[in-house]
């Protein structure tokens, strides 16, 4: 290499305006430079409990004064009340393995290997391939993005990453030949059996989705009719179902996973971000009994990533998970949600570069168009997104930008269960101003 370019400032890895944060308390993030910030994202949509709890961080010092480090495997006293909570209090009953990673790629990761190990196990080893739907986020790991269907993030990494069958998700806005949200869950239902079909039933190993999508899509909340469909047909061709509830489990939508708006029973399911609250790095994947069951009799093991349930971020969880349960934060969200949905709404159902406001519990998102009429998005070098996202910080609220291909201009919204009236007030009336601030100025 004879490029002698020195890079400046010397972090973030790839130099670009970052935001500096000195501490951060219940929804709000404060600078150094005396800024508040409204945090209307929860970090990346993790902060669920709220910032700067005392009693986590307490438990997160007594753990690293008493254990400091255990490989994954051994027990321990943080790991077993963990454990047993997830058991009593928060899982689906059929759940009962339980496998931890340090974030959500790690654990999708693990529930792709869990699937192929399954099924090598039983002697099945024709399957191995994974179907995914079109928009979806679960990871930026090379496996997880072979299943994402997210073309920016996977796009200069093609070579690597495998090709995966890859479906429409139940998009009722922009379903083609679906003219309503029942037909759009039949037909999406259906592109997974007819992808089933093409690829030949004994290759497929399972089938992942996000129960409600994301920041991918934008908090896309699917028919009610789909994933019992789904459910259905996975059963139907002995194919394993994976709930990715990195974004939505623990509360998120206003139910503690969000697979229980449909009574949807996963066969594997992963979460990551509420676990801990972004107070740890921690993410869970849980399977039933039966797709382990296989890995048992052949006495083969799933290899642990070295800070996989680290004991300091198992503490941190236990008393996260302790304080939603206390504090009635599930329905909080639910309610907030809510409330944000109708806020949103009663600033923006004029605006027309807004399609649509959208979401379950406190997982909401606004998709931006060039007009609401044609969906037709803003072309994506004029970044729409990421100008909102910078107009939203110079007002003093985070959003959080996502979307891909031509659902490119998403805003989701996710702050922290505790988020107030009039805090959600702000959250939707400084929006309302960083979209009109962004599209005049584009107008002039
Ligand atoms: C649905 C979903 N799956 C997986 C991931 C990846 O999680 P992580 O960033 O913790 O690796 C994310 C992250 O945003 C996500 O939203």
């Not at 986590?56 to 010092?61: F, L």
């Not at 986020?137 to 993030?153: F, M, P, Q």
Request: some cysteine; proline content about 7%; glycine content about 10%.
């Amino acid at each position: 290499m004879d490029d002698t370019r020195r890079l400046d400032p010397d972090w973030p890895f790839v130099p670009t305006p970052t935001v500096s944060i000195e501490r951060a308390e219940g929804v709000y993030l404060y600078g150094a430079d005396g800024t508040k910030i409204l945090d209307a994202a929860g970090g990346a949509i993790a902060a669920n409990i709220g910032h700067g709890r005392k009693d986590v961080a307490e438990a997160v010092a007594r753990s690293l004064a008493n254990t400091s480090y255990l490989v994954p495997p051994f027990e321990c006293p943080e790991r077993r009340a963990l454990v047993d909570r997830l058991k009593s209090d928060w899982l689906p009953s059929h759940l009962t393995r339980m496998y931890f990673c340090s974030g959500g790629s790690e654990a999708i990761d693990s529930a792709l290997r869990l699937a192929r190990l399954h099924f090598v196990c039983k002697g099945e080893t024709s399957r191995y391939k994974i179907i995914s739907r079109f928009p979806s986020y679960h990871g930026t790991t090379i496996g997880t993005l072979a299943v994402s269907g997210h073309d920016n993030r996977r796009v200069d990494y093609e070579p690597l990453v495998a090709t995966m069958p890859l479906v429409p998700a139940p998009y009722p806005l922009r379903f083609d030949g679906a003219d309503t949200n029942e037909d759009c869950g039949m037909a999406a239902a259906a592109a997974i059996e007819r992808a089933i079909e093409n690829e030949g039933p004994e290759t497929v190993a399972a089938v992942i989705g996000e129960p409600v999508i994301g920041s991918s899509g934008g908090a896309i909340v699917p028919p009610d009719n789909y994933w019992p469909a789904v459910r259905d047909i996975c059963d139907k061709y002995g194919i394993l179902l994976i709930a990715d509830e990195v974004m939505t489990g623990f509360g998120r939508t206003g139910t503690k996973f969000a697979c229980q708006h449909w009574d949807l029973k996963p066969d594997i399911m992963v979460s990551g971000k509420g676990l801990a609250a972004g107070y740890a790095p921690l993410s869970g994947m849980y399977a039933t009994d039966q797709v382990v069951a296989p890995i048992a009799d052949r006495k083969k093991q799933m290899m642990f990533y070295t800070y996989g349930g680290h004991p300091s971020a198992c503490a941190a969880a236990d008393v996260v998970l302790d304080v939603v349960i206390r504090e009635n934060l599930i329905a909080k969200a639910d309610e907030a949600g809510a409330a944000l949905q109708q806020a949103l709404e009663a600033r923006l159902k004029e605006n027309p570069h807004v399609a649509e406001v959208r979401g379950k519990g406190l997982l909401r998102a606004v998709e931006i168009v060039t007009d609401r009429e044609t969906l037709e998005p803003f072309p994506e070098e004029l970044n729409i997104s990421g100008r909102l996202v910078g107009e939203g910080l110079r007002r003093g609220v985070f959003y959080y930008g996502g979307g891909t291909g031509p659902v490119r201009d998403i805003i989701a919204i996710g702050p922290p269960f505790t988020v107030s009236r009039d805090e959600i007030d702000i959250i939707a009336d400084t929006f309302a101003d960083c979209l009109d601030a962004i599209t005049t100025k584009l107008a002039g």
